[in-house]
């Protein structure tokens, strides 16, 4: 697939529940072959904007265009969906479980047993293949859900919070499965409310909050665009430098450094000097770029 | 479609594979037929006699009471009396006696009422019986009974004293020996009942029949649209229910797992059918040259079909509304509550199976075989009993299955919303609400 080809593309969506609107005016666009992050906190609309993707839900207004086609249950086969809230069967085996997600797919024949060995393999869950998913741990079964919506290979993967519950190690393994599929040139949206994580692996993100968007662009750019106005800051003493408003506009303390956002205007250099007048022994002293997070709070703010 | 065949095959599958339906096939008719045999077996077993004194002061009625109670317990004479309390169960074992005359001539009423109150506590008796000399006119005895919550033995011990007492009266009104024989000739009152195919016998054995079939699909409908309930909450609480949707129609699926389950049910009924079929055949045929008569009326294959065909209609009907239910709630057991009243219409519908079965060409036994929610039931009680015309069995169908398809297409608007809906349980207002939407 192309770099520029557009996999999703939504155009002045709108998502209303009674009263309340899940979703308002909103407009994206989700490249070919790239991981898309759908950020936002719990309630910006991001679950709802899945829902409507993949042909769950329809939008109240506005158009949804899949790999250029409006969407029709047809299209639903070329979509992998690993819902936030999801679950397996309990008394089904792993393999039934895989070779009937896989039938609702469309995929057929023996095509379903390779697969379904390829991907058990993948997650190193080949041997709990004819166990019962209840005879499962929790962080197995998660597995074995991101592999029901990866088993009949889509061009289009959601992700919606793969990671939470998981285990620092799982993480990895299904970060580097994600790494993998983007690499083979699938296109992947990615939705959570976990700045962190999404810092890592998206290409282009879209910032909700309150059912709109707040930001949409390639994360590299936006990164860029707020400059290196971040310093993180470890010392002894000099605390009442680092609250002047003069200098800093906002500083986060964390256990053992503090994370310093400049005021406009405010030097870097005019910084370090005040600490070091003010008698502070410095350990460390880094402009570094802002995170995703205080992107998000300072784009937040500025919207309303 | 091949999505629709999908969820069939994996609700078949998953289901005749499991435990629960191996167990619930074997053990529903196993039930059943307990059912039907413990109480011959308790009925059958047998009781030593009862040891009874008789001061017969008449001296005469001793003899005629010891061959009315020989004769009863010999199984003859039995329906001639009317005051008989064991009509349909089995003699054998009940109200036997060993009688015993003691000479009330020899001593003074209260010697002879000393010796056998002392021989009652001594437990060497069980009863006695004193005919006071004018008994025969105005048929007043005293029976002392160790043993008062012995009702069946001392009603028995009655209806005999009434037979004896009778043929006592006759001799003294001279009716000579044969007109009394011919008096007591009993009658024989055998149920026939008349069908399609001509008479039939036994209508003992066709209540039963009656019976069955009612209960079966009674417990049919009822167990497996518990299923349905069970199987979509579990696709709810699961929260499978948004991945499925991502890849099916709700409708799809809603109708894959009602059609996947009905063929779980047809599995098991033409089980169930074959080996009542087989047991009517074969079985029949074992216990009798075992000496166990056992009557089964025939079954025509139309009944068969028709049962088939109500079942059909009752299972989607209800199974479709705890399909409903079910997406509205969030654990089996809530749902069991919003069910009640689905379970409570066909219950009533199973209960009145009675007077349906009774008068099966009565309006109301019309009524409730048309109105859908209890034609599955009644309307089969009605064909068993007294097959009604066939217009009447076709417009209870076509009633009933429009009746279906007016349910599924409420259930399937309910249903993809409330399947979505996690937390709570939706109020009906809400759910009305969801059936309005888009």
């Not at chain 1, 309150?210 to 990164?223: A, N, T, V, Y």
């Not at chain 1, 005021?263 to 003010?278: E, F, P, Y």
């Not at chain 2, 009822?222 to 229910?241: C, D, P």
Request: charged share 20%; net charge positive.
């Amino acid at each position: 697939m192309a770099a520029n080809e557009i996999t999703v593309k939504l155009e002045g969506v709108t998502k209303s529940f009674g009263e309340f609107t899940a979703v308002r005016e909103l407009s994206l666009t989700v490249r070919a072959g790239r991981v898309f992050g759908l950020l936002g906190p719990n309630g910006a609309g991001k679950t709802t904007t899945i829902r409507m993707i993949v042909n769950i839900t329809a939008p109240d207004s506005g158009r949804i265009l899949l790999f250029g086609q409006k969407i029709d249950s047809k299209l639903q086969d070329r979509i992998g969906y690993l819902p936030e809230e999801r679950g397996l069967y309990r008394r089904m085996r792993v393999s039934d479980q895989l070779r009937f997600f896989a039938e609702l797919k469309n995929v057929r024949g023996k095509l379903i047993e390779s697969r379904i060995d390829e991907w058990l393999a993948r997650v190193k869950l080949s041997e709990w293949k004819n166990k019962r998913s209840m005879e499962l741990s929790k962080g197995m079964q998660q597995k074995i859900q991101f592999v029901t919506s990866v088993i009949h290979d889509p061009d289009l993967l959601i992700l919606d919070e793969p990671f939470s519950g998981l285990d620092p190690i799982n993480v990895e393994l299904l970060k580097e499965v994600v790494l993998d599929l983007k690499r083979a040139g699938k296109t992947i949206i990615f939705s959570t409310h976990q700045m962190e994580v999404a810092e890592k692996i998206c290409d282009d993100i879209c910032l909700l909050n309150r059912s709109q968007k707040i930001f949409e662009g390639s994360l590299r750019e936006i990164k860029s665009s707020f400059g290196r106005n971040s310093i993180a800051v470890r010392c002894e003493g000099g605390d009442g430098v680092l609250d002047d408003p003069a200098l800093v506009s906002k500083v986060v303390r964390h256990a053992d450094e503090a994370q310093a956002l400049l005021a406009a205007g405010a030097n870097a250099q005019v910084l370090l000097k005040r600490l070091i007048d003010s008698g502070a022994i410095i350990g460390k002293f880094e402009m570094v770029e802002p995170s995703l997070n205080d992107i998000f709070i300072t784009k937040v703010t500025e919207a309303t | 479609m091949t999505k629709f065949l999908a969820v069939v095959k994996r609700e078949y599958i998953q289901r005749v594979r499991a435990k629960m339906f191996i167990v619930s096939t074997i053990l529903l008719p196993a039930v059943m037929s307990l059912f039907g045999i413990v109480p011959a077996i308790i009925f059958s077993i047998e009781t030593p006699p009862m040891r009874v004194a008789v001061v017969d002061q008449t001296g005469k009625m001793y003899a005629e009471l010891k061959r009315s109670l020989d004769g009863d317990s010999s199984g003859q004479g039995a329906q001639s009396d009317n005051t008989s309390i064991s009509s349909g169960l089995p003699r054998r074992g009940l109200g036997t006696f060993r009688l015993e005359e003691v000479n009330a001539n020899s001593q003074s009423l209260e010697v002879i009422r000393a010796t056998l109150d002392q021989r009652l506590r001594a437990r060497e008796l069980d009863g006695y019986l004193i005919l006071p000399p004018d008994f025969v006119s105005n048929g007043k005895a005293e029976f002392f009974n160790r043993n008062a919550g012995d009702i069946v033995s001392s009603r028995a011990l009655q209806s005999a004293l009434n037979r004896a007492t009778r043929e006592q009266r006759l001799i003294e009104a001279k009716v000579d020996n044969k007109t009394r024989q011919e008096l007591f000739k009993p009658v024989n009152l055998e149920g026939v009942s008349l069908s399609a195919g001509g008479q039939e016998r036994d209508s003992g054995g066709r209540f039963a029949l009656v019976f069955g079939m009612g209960f079966v699909m009674y417990l049919a409908i009822l167990m497996y649209g518990q299923i349905i309930l069970g199987s979509v909450v579990e696709e709810k609480e699961t929260r499978i229910a948004e991945i499925l949707f991502s890849s099916v129609k709700p409708f799809t699926l809603m109708m894959g797992k009602l059609v996947g389950v009905s063929f779980v049910a047809l599995t098991q009924l033409a089980i169930w059918g074959l080996a009542f079929s087989a047991f009517a055949l074969y079985g029949v045929g074992v216990l009798a040259s075992r000496g166990m008569s056992l009557r089964i009326p025939g079954v025509p294959l139309s009944h068969y079909l028709y049962f088939g065909l109500f079942f059909l209609l009752g299972y989607f009907m209800y199974a479709t509304l705890y399909a409903l239910v079910g997406s509205m709630v969030t654990t089996a057991q809530e749902g069991g509550q919003l069910a009640m009243p689905i379970i409570l219409i066909l219950a009533v519908s199973f209960y009145l199976f009675l007077p349906v079965s009774r008068s099966p060409d009565s309006p109301l036994a019309f009524w409730v075989s048309i109105f859908p929610f209890s034609a599955p039931v009644a309307m089969v009680i009605r064909i068993i009993t007294q097959t009604p015309p066939f217009w009447q069995i076709a417009l209870s169908l076509v009633i009933g299955f429009s009746t279906v398809l007016v349910i599924m297409y409420a259930a399937s608007r309910i249903y993809r919303v409330g399947m979505l809906m996690y937390g709570k349980r939706a109020s009906i207002p809400e759910a009305i609400r969801w059936a309005r939407q888009a």
